[in-house]
Each structure stands twice: as structure tokens, then as C-alpha cells.
Nanobody, 119 residues
Framework: QVQLVESGGGLVQAGGSLRLSCAAS????????MGWYRQAPGKQRELVAT???????NYADSVKGRFTISRDNTKNTVYLQMNSLNPEDTAVYYC?????????????WGQGTQVTVSS
């Protein structure tokens, strides 16, 4: 079983920055990939950024050049540095992890952290 705990959300003005963190804990063989997704009110959850165990990254077009995802494998933690924020970035941000157990691979989600960007 794995738990993901997000932190770093809050209220920021347009043009500002925030850094989100997500720490994984529990029993597992390895974390193969981690990422961030977000869901705005009345919208579907969408991918923001992911990073694999080998370091490959993927970003949504809407955040390229503004957001940076990074991972500290020694701490089982993923970060999302968000710069040049705009009101369209307002959403609940969820941490995701694809985890290998001895019995197979499973997908986990954090509880979410609110990011609000004011004009």
C-alpha cells in the first residue's frame, strides 16, 4: 500500500509562482513514474506533467515553458515548479504515482491540493 501526500498549494496573484511537493510512503518495490494532474470546477481531470524513473518528462501544451517537474528518487518525492501562473491554472492539483509491487504494478493518487490564481 502507498500513500501520496501533496503540499505547497495556495493563493497567488497572476504572474506569481508556487512549488508543489508530493511525497510517497508505504511498502513498494519501486516507483516507476510520478506526475501531476489537475481538475478545475466543472472540468475533467487533465495531465499537467509526468516524469519516469529514467528521467523522461512530459508536459501539457498549456504549461510548457512555465512549469517544471522534477523528482528526487532518494526521497520518493516529486515537485512541480509553477511560474508565470494565470487564472486558468486554478484547479485542484493531484499527485499520481505508478508503483511496482512484488505482486504487480498499481496506480495511486494523492488527496489533492488547491491552487488559486487571482487576476
Amino acid at each position: 500500500q502507498v500513500q501520496l501526500v501533496e503540499s505547497g498549494g495556495g493563493l497567488v496573484q497572476a504572474g506569481g509562482s508556487l512549488r508543489l511537493s508530493c511525497a510517497a510512503s508505504g511498502s513498494f518495490f519501486r516507483i516507476n513514474a510520478m506526475g501531476w494532474y489537475r481538475q478545475a470546477p466543472g472540468k475533467q481531470r487533465e495531465l499537467v506533467a509526468t516524469v519516469t524513473n529514467g528521467g523522461s518528462t512530459n508536459y501539457a501544451d498549456s504549461v510548457k515553458g512555465r512549469f517544471t517537474i522534477s523528482r528526487d528518487n532518494t526521497k520518493n518525492t516529486v515537485y512541480l515548479q509553477m511560474n508565470s501562473l494565470n487564472p486558468e491554472d486554478t484547479a485542484v492539483y493531484y499527485c499520481n504515482a505508478i508503483v511496482s509491487h512484488w505482486t504487480g504494478q498499481r496506480d495511486y493518487w494523492g488527496q489533492g491540493t488547491q491552487v488559486t490564481v487571482s487576476s
